[in-house]
């Protein structure tokens, strides 16, 4: 296309008026004005190029003549002439409203208010030459907010707020109706109007109309200083967003106003990035910024592209931090589609004008990560932004059963199965092969998944679940609590025992199976006597210390037997001990006052009484079984560590249910009617099983191949349909069980044989099992 044709067909896309702000007001405000789509036809008749866009600047004061219109009017819509009502055919609705009045001893007064299709206005009667007072333009970005009980619980009144560019009118009636009719006939005519758009969005389109162009971007770029790098500040955003505060909403808790006030204060923050001597804070908190108020994420891709063209001193330090934070953005949120596009046409041109510099390898970093960003839900940790804003990638440690660990790389957008999976492409395929090798667990059968957790909680991270998330949520619990000395970390280990009999014991494969056995025991997730409870804790003291030793330190009680059982034990012997009976000070207390105070005060000691006794109780009988497992660790003299490692596992597979991952239900009732409270549900290798808490024989058992469907049925309760029979249970491990079972089912399915056979004793499959759709919990 000829520069001089371009020029006339930039001629509608470049025709704003700057405004003159000369209300004799002395903030600074917007240089520009905001257009809606309609706008765009009046700009066809337009001579050549003569105006152009420049950066948002400081007003003029002084007096106008237009001063007692108001701001929207001179700015948006055709001045509407003061004076008298005009009985038209636009009006919509009409009637007395009170208005919320600030200063003064008068918090609310009494107009004639009247909606058309282009304002709201307010009169100081009804009369046909009353005077309006005062008028609020309506456009796409007003908003009303609804009438609540609070307001009407304070007032006495049913309040609706309506935001426009520069006012807000808080009206009120007394009647709940006409206050939702207001706000129904005043958001219809909001709705009607033509989206407005800001003078970057236009260029932006041209933009991607002419990429393909580079001497009309070119001529875009030049005549346009509001697309490049500035020192001044931005007096407004650069693009439309609704006039709403944020004090009705959950983000108001965190000070936030309005996203056009947000938006102007990010790029203040931008602004001080090039001299900061801390830039990871504001990092952290443009990104934390962006996390809380989604719609802002397009504007600060804007606000970081435009900072980032036409830049005076390429490749400076200085200049350089708007391209970390940039990267910071690409590896945690991804922008709309048409910013998007932007973003890529960018990125593209900074390389081909700035080749071989440290700008063209941000952007080329930045291109690729924004092509396998997904949402995250927590902004990159202190140690993320460090990485990131020197384009490495960072390494994640992982731990695994018999305490050992090794570190793994990851970058932003690594999720858990990625992480495991050497068919990654981002991998370091040779560090994945020797951890793997280093474990020996190319030919196990059974399932391994990454855990979260720390000594008293634990959970299967989910595949699609992003590593570094997790990292960025241990960061904020450490930083609650940094003398813990229960820190979450990450675990490597078992998920679904599929085949517990054919682990070679002379392999990691097998202290895996070794310490998540024992882990069950401590747990109470594995059912078995008193006594080989004891000789499990003997066995578990061999395979750490060696033989017995008095110079040799022992782990507490805590960490070899199951505190459970011990407590029980003392409990039950509080119970049966005789009390010593209360006396009451009948010469002193008199009165029924007296009584029931007497009684009250003897409560509260007989409890204070029992709490000591039990305390005293438990810790005699944790000495006692300290003792005794003491002496069954001494009859293990000259056993390998492999040898009682065996032993244990022999012990622990004698209980049916072993390899079975335990769920705790709070309530379960089945299809016919019959309830029971505080059980277990076991998910295991070929059925779900219900048992009594430290019962060892199952209540009931459901085998995959005669489940229909499971699955999350509401917030709560997790259902497992097998043919005509339905279970439910209430839990709050709904997305753990499903998981669980699907992970179950779905190894079956690969592992079964071509002919299904039924009624077989060998685990095979009918129907496929239909997985119910879950809901959010």
Same mark, same amino acid.
Request: glycine share 6%; charged share 25%.
């Given at each position: 296309?000829?520069?001089?044709?371009?020029c006339?067909?930039?001629?509608?896309?470049?025709?704003?008026?700057?405004?003159?702000?000369?209300?004799g007001?002395?903030?600074?405000?917007?240089?520009?004005?905001?257009?809606?789509?309609?706008?765009?036809?009046?700009?066809?008749?337009?001579?050549?190029?003569?105006i152009?866009?420049?950066q948002?600047?400081?007003?003029?004061?002084?007096?106008s003549?237009?001063?007692?219109?108001?701001?929207?009017?001179?700015?948006?819509?055709?001045?509407?002439?003061?004076?008298?009502?005009?009985?038209?055919?636009?009006?919509?609705?009409?009637?007395?409203?009170?208005?919320?009045?600030?200063?003064?001893?008068?918090?609310?007064?009494?107009? @004639?208010?009247?909606?058309?299709?282009?304002?709201?206005?307010?009169?100081?009667s009804?009369?046909?030459?009353?005077?309006?007072?005062?008028?609020?333009?309506?456009?796409?970005?007003?908003?009303?907010?609804?009438?609540?009980?609070?307001?009407?619980?304070?007032?006495?009144?049913?309040?609706?707020?309506?935001?426009?560019?520069?006012?807000?009118?808080?009206?009120?009636?007394?009647?709940?109706?006409?206050?939702?009719?207001?706000?129904?006939?005043?958001?219809?005519?909001?709705?009607?109007?033509?989206?407005?758009?800001?003078?970057?969005?236009? %260029?932006?389109?041209?933009?991607?109309?002419?990429?393909?162009?580079?001497?009309?971007?070119?001529?875009?770029?030049?005549?346009?200083?509001i697309?490049?790098?500035?020192?001044?500040?931005?007096?407004?955003?650069? %693009?439309?967003?609704?006039?709403?505060?944020?004090?009705?909403?959950?983000?108001?808790?965190?000070?936030?106003?309005?996203?056009?006030?947000? #938006?102007?204060?990010?790029?203040?923050?931008?602004?001080?990035?090039?001299?900061?001597?801390?830039?990871?804070?504001?990092?952290?908190?443009?990104?934390? =910024?962006?996390?809380?108020?989604?719609?802002?994420?397009?504007?600060?891709?804007?606000?970081?592209?435009?900072?980032?063209?036409?830049?005076?001193?390429?490749? =400076?330090?200085?200049?350089?931090?708007y391209?970390?934070?940039?990267?910071?953005?690409?590896?945690?949120?991804?922008?709309?589609?048409?910013?998007?596009?932007?973003?890529?046409?960018?990125?593209?041109?900074?390389?081909?004008?700035?080749?071989?510099?440290?700008?063209?390898?941000?952007?080329?970093f930045?291109?690729?990560?924004?092509?396998?960003?997904?949402?995250?839900?927590?902004?990159?940790?202190?140690?993320?932004?460090?990485?990131l804003?020197?384009?490495?990638?960072?390494?994640?440690?992982?731990?695994?059963?018999?305490?050992?660990?090794?570190?793994?790389?990851?970058?932003?957008?690594?999720?858990?199965?990625e992480?495991l999976?050497?068919?990654?492409?981002?991998?370091?395929?040779?560090?994945?092969?020797?951890?793997k090798?280093?474990?020996?667990?190319?030919?196990?059968?059974?399932?391994?998944?990454?855990?979260?957790?720390?000594?008293?909680?634990?959970?299967?991270?989910?595949?699609?679940?992003?590593?570094?998330?997790?990292?960025?949520?241990?960061?904020?619990l450490?930083?609650?609590?940094?003398?813990?000395?229960?820190? @979450?970390?990450?675990?490597?280990?078992?998920?679904?025992?599929?085949?517990?009999?054919?682990?070679?014991?002379?392999?990691?494969?097998?202290?895996?199976?070794?310490?998540q056995?024992?882990?069950?025991?401590?747990?109470?997730?594995?059912?078995?006597?008193?006594?080989?409870?004891?000789?499990?804790?003997?066995?578990?003291?061999?395979?750490?210390?060696?033989?017995?030793?008095?110079?040799?330190?022992?782990?507490?009680?805590e960490?070899?037997?199951?505190?459970?059982?011990?407590? #029980?034990?003392?409990?039950?012997?509080?119970?049966?001990?005789?009390?010593?009976?209360?006396?009451?000070?009948?010469?002193?207390?008199?009165?029924?006052?007296?009584?029931? %105070?007497?009684?009250?005060?003897?409560?509260?000691?007989?409890?204070?009484?029992?709490?000591?006794?039990?305390?005293?109780?438990?810790?005699?009988?944790?000495?006692?079984?300290?003792?005794?497992?003491?002496?069954?660790?001494?009859?293990?003299?000259?056993?390998?560590?492999?040898?009682?490692?065996?032993?244990?596992?022999?012990?622990v597979?004698?209980?049916?249910?072993?390899?079975s991952?335990?769920?705790?239900?709070?309530?379960?009732?089945?299809?016919?009617?019959?309830?029971?409270?505080?059980?277990?549900?076991?998910?295991?290798?070929?059925?779900?099983?219900?048992?009594?808490?430290?019962?060892?024989?199952?209540?009931?058992?459901?085998?995959?191949?005669?489940?229909?469907?499971?699955?999350?049925?509401?917030?709560?309760?997790?259902?497992?349909?097998?043919g005509?029979?339905?279970?439910?249970?209430?839990?709050?491990? %709904?997305?753990?069980?499903?998981?669980?079972?699907?992970?179950?089912?779905?190894?079956?399915?690969? =592992?079964?044989?071509?002919?299904?056979?039924?009624?077989?004793?060998?685990?095979?499959?009918?129907?496929?099992?239909?997985?119910?759709?879950?809901?959010?919990?």
């Amino acid at each position: 296309m000829p520069l001089q044709g371009f020029c006339s067909f930039l001629c509608c896309r470049h025709g704003f008026t700057v405004l003159g702000r000369d209300y004799g007001e002395k903030e600074e405000e917007e240089s520009f004005e905001l257009r809606s789509k309609e706008d765009e036809a009046t700009c066809n008749g337009r001579g050549p190029l003569d105006i152009t866009l420049t950066q948002p600047g400081r007003t003029a004061n002084g007096p106008s003549s237009r001063s007692e219109i108001p701001e929207e009017m001179r700015s948006l819509i055709i001045e509407k002439s003061k004076g008298a009502i005009e009985e038209d055919a636009e009006t919509v609705v009409k009637g007395w409203l009170y208005r919320e009045v600030r200063g003064g001893w008068i918090k609310m007064r009494r107009h @004639w208010f009247v909606l058309t299709q282009d304002s709201l206005d307010f009169y100081t009667s009804n009369e046909k030459n009353a005077k309006r007072l005062g008028s609020l333009v309506l456009t796409s970005l007003c908003s009303v907010i609804w009438p609540d009980k609070q307001s009407y619980k304070e007032t006495g009144n049913w309040s609706i707020m309506v935001y426009g560019r520069k006012h807000s009118y808080r009206l009120y009636t007394k009647h709940f109706n006409e206050a939702v009719h207001w706000a129904c006939a005043i958001q219809k005519v909001i709705d009607s109007k033509a989206p407005v758009e800001t003078p970057t969005q236009l %260029l932006i389109r041209d933009i991607e109309e002419n990429k393909f162009n580079p001497e009309a971007v070119g001529h875009i770029y030049k005549h346009n200083p509001i697309l490049k790098h500035t020192q001044s500040p931005l007096y407004a955003s650069l %693009l439309p967003f609704p006039y709403a505060s944020l004090e009705h909403t959950f983000h108001s808790a965190k000070g936030y106003t309005t996203l056009r006030d947000e #938006a102007v204060k990010i790029f203040n923050s931008l602004q001080q990035l090039e001299s900061a001597q801390d830039p990871v804070s504001l990092i952290q908190g443009v990104l934390q =910024t962006c996390l809380d108020l989604r719609p802002l994420r397009d504007e600060v891709y804007c606000q970081l592209v435009k900072q980032t063209s036409g830049t005076p001193s390429p490749d =400076t330090p200085a200049q350089l931090r708007y391209w970390q934070l940039l990267t910071c953005m690409s590896c945690t949120f991804l922008p709309s589609l048409s910013i998007l596009k932007y973003l890529r046409f960018h990125l593209k041109r900074v390389q081909s004008q700035y080749p071989d510099t440290e700008m063209d390898n941000y952007a080329t970093f930045i291109s690729e990560a924004i092509g396998k960003t997904k949402g995250r839900e927590y902004v990159p940790s202190w140690e993320e932004i460090l990485v990131l804003m020197n384009r490495q990638e960072m390494f994640c440690t992982i731990h695994y059963p018999g305490r050992g660990s090794c570190k793994l790389p990851i970058r932003s957008h690594t999720t858990a199965d990625e992480l495991l999976i050497p068919r990654a492409r981002w991998c370091c395929v040779q560090v994945v092969k020797k951890m793997k090798e280093r474990l020996g667990l190319q030919l196990s059968h059974n399932t391994f998944a990454l855990f979260e957790g720390n000594t008293y909680k634990e959970r299967a991270v989910g595949g699609s679940t992003i590593v570094a998330d997790i990292l960025t949520r241990f960061e904020n619990l450490a930083a609650k609590e940094p003398e813990s000395e229960h820190q @979450w970390k990450l675990c490597f280990k078992l998920y679904c025992f599929l085949d517990t009999d054919s682990v070679p014991k002379d392999s990691i494969e097998f202290t895996f199976l070794f310490e998540q056995s024992h882990a069950m025991v401590i747990q109470g997730h594995l059912f078995t006597s008193e006594e080989d409870l004891q000789l499990l804790a003997a066995l578990r003291l061999q395979s750490l210390n060696g033989d017995f030793s008095t110079h040799t330190p022992s782990p507490p009680l805590e960490e070899l037997f199951p505190r459970h059982v011990i407590e #029980a034990r003392a409990l039950a012997l509080v119970k049966t001990a005789p009390a010593k009976p209360a006396c009451c000070p009948s010469r002193f207390l008199t009165g029924a006052l007296h009584a029931g %105070l007497w009684k009250h005060t003897a409560v509260h000691k007989i409890k204070a009484e029992d709490d000591l006794r039990f305390r005293a109780r438990l810790k005699e009988e944790g000495a006692s079984m300290m003792a005794s497992i003491v002496e069954s660790w001494k009859t293990l003299q000259g056993r390998a560590r492999e040898d009682v490692m065996s032993v244990y596992i022999s012990v622990v597979k004698q209980w049916p249910g072993f390899g079975s991952t335990l769920y705790e239900i709070d309530f379960y009732i089945s299809s016919t009617g019959s309830f029971s409270q505080q059980l277990w549900l076991g998910v295991a290798a070929t059925s779900v099983s219900l048992y009594r808490q430290g019962d060892p024989e199952p209540l009931e058992s459901i085998h995959y191949g005669q489940i229909s469907s499971y699955g999350v049925s509401d917030s709560t309760t997790f259902k497992i349909t097998a043919g005509d029979r339905e279970f439910l249970f209430e839990t709050s491990k %709904l997305n753990e069980i499903a998981q669980l079972m699907t992970a179950y089912i779905t190894s079956a399915h690969r =592992t079964q044989r071509p002919s299904r056979r039924t009624g077989s004793k060998n685990f095979a499959l009918g129907s496929p099992v239909q997985e119910l759709s879950s809901h959010p919990v």
